[in-house]
């Protein structure tokens, strides 16, 4: 027994113009859609550059509310073209709160639901926490018309207990839009052990659940307005892997790509048969993940 | 700033010889001591076969207290060589209470303590929970001359809690002692995916909670005396990998080795800088993680 579905990711570069970069993510979307993909996944907040980079009052601007004039665009786009987007923006919420979501727009054009992003990085050119309330949704998978999606968003990826999560709340897929890149300024040794960690964690993810992973990421260098940093490289390498974390399509570090794979849902069931970690799991044993650190007693 | 030690894994095959591979593992340590390493690691159950195999009641008498015969031979070694070693064994708790336990013995020569593994698979030639009450020391890290090492076995890698709560208690290094093979009627391709996994799982660890991973196997193959499957082929391919994941020695698939690689345990603080993870978990929404499954509300 199986059920295929055919899932795609669209990679691109993402410059300071909201039409160009929205025409990049239909092109790609309309390629995907002309394969029959069921189901195409863009790069973490696709309509811009990453603003991040620095913190400053203007890129609030960019916010808007969901439904909004993009899940507008992207809802009439997956109506005719009868595929899912996920799509990710700046969500205005209200006067002075604001997330970083991901809308699920179903192939029927309808918001099939939203994920707030749950863990907010801040780092030097990442500053997230300035602009983005952590989500308050929790990790809930968003039931749609080929199933239900484990959308979680870019940060989300380093912390394994998003996953399992959304796993034991039914996903069937997981899904990390991203926006991440390279410090120009680290030597290449580093370059590769960050790049390769984050490939490495999410097919960790696929394994830990036996559920596929389709992450994205964009490309390009983007310079940091505020001149305190040297900008980033964003690397790409969006991927899809299935449930023993076995990619299945890879895109480049440097080019814009439309990437397609194949996955078998039901292969989740036949895998969680020889690998039954939900069998196992000590879950009287687990209460301190709920500790901030377990201090020397 | 930088604190380095050497840590080394002794791979090799385990026979019905108890005296036998009490002398490879020996053999080996030697080496690894000849290289002035600080710690090794054995691989899981490594004074016999991998018993579990089958389910039969004579595999009752293999089993030992602790302290017993086989801490007492790596008490005396580790003292002799002033090295610490994790061995693996099939501890006698009391009559009718067995558990498949990783003991620490410090340089010193004493035994630093113990971890009962938690996790205990069962599956067709891995009949553990047949032989093992699940642990119930929970996920603590043991204390020795050289830091805090986070020991865990085998079966308890393809689950992320593990590795977070015995990080979150202060593990410096994980180790995993393992006894893991290919069954031999799968195909090249379903064999390729399930050692990957196994690294990769390992790696993102490392990665999750940014501590260098230290994981051991056994090689070769033996036989099912039940005949009821066709034996196992341990895959080895033991490996040391550091804070980002990155692997810094492997050993081969088929062949005893010892492999050693420098580690340097201030470099977690350094990673934690610009990973920050322990910051951003968000412990207010993890609840649901000790539950068995979130099931349709």
Redesign the interface.
């Known amino acids: 027994m199986s059920h295929i579905i055919k899932v795609a990711i669209v990679q691109h570069a993402c410059g300071d113009d909201y039409a160009e970069n929205l025409q990049r993510s239909i092109d790609g979307i309309k390629k995907a859609a002309a394969t029959s993909a069921d189901i195409v996944l863009l790069p973490e907040l696709h309509t811009g550059p990453y603003f991040c980079v620095e913190a400053h009052t203007r890129h609030f601007e960019r916010a808007e509310p969901i439904p909004g004039p993009t899940t507008d665009h992207f809802g009439t786009l997956a109506k005719e073209l009868g595929i899912i987007i996920i799509c990710s923006l700046f969500e205005k919420r209200s006067i002075g709160l604001y997330h970083n979501t991901a809308a699920v727009l179903d192939s029927n054009g309808e918001i099939a639901g939203r994920y707030r992003k ?4 801040d ?1 030097p050119g990442y500053y997230e926490k300035f602009y983005f309330t ?1 989500g308050d949704l ?2 809930k998978p968003i039931q749609t018309s080929i199933g239900k999606l484990g959308v979680l968003v870019c ?1 989300d990826q ?5 996953a ?2 959304i796993s ?3 996903a069937e897929i997981l899904f990390y839009p991203s926006a991440i890149g390279w410090d120009p300024s680290d030597d290449q040794a580093e370059k590769d ?2 790049c ?2 984050w490939i ?2 999410q ?3 696929a ?2 659940n036996n559920l596929p992973v389709v992450s994205s990421n964009r490309i390009g260098h983007e310079t940091d307005p505020s001149g305190a940093t040297a900008g980033a490289d964003f690397w790409g390498s969006s991927f899809i892997c299935g449930q ?3 990619i299945l399509a890879q895109a480049p570090a440097d080019a814009a790509a439309v990437i397609i794979s194949d996955i078998d849902l039901e292969r989740t069931d036949r895998i969680r048969r ?5 069998r ?4 009287d ?10 201090d ?1 007693e």
């Open positions: 749950m863990h907010i990085p780092d952590p929790g990790f940060w380093w912390f394994p207990e998003a399992r999560l034991l709340a039914g052990r960050q390769e960690a490495t964690i097919r960790a993810h394994i830990a023993q974390g076995e020889i690998w039954p970690y939900l196992d799991r000590r879950i044993a687990y209460q301190d993940i709920l500790r901030r650190h377990i020397d």
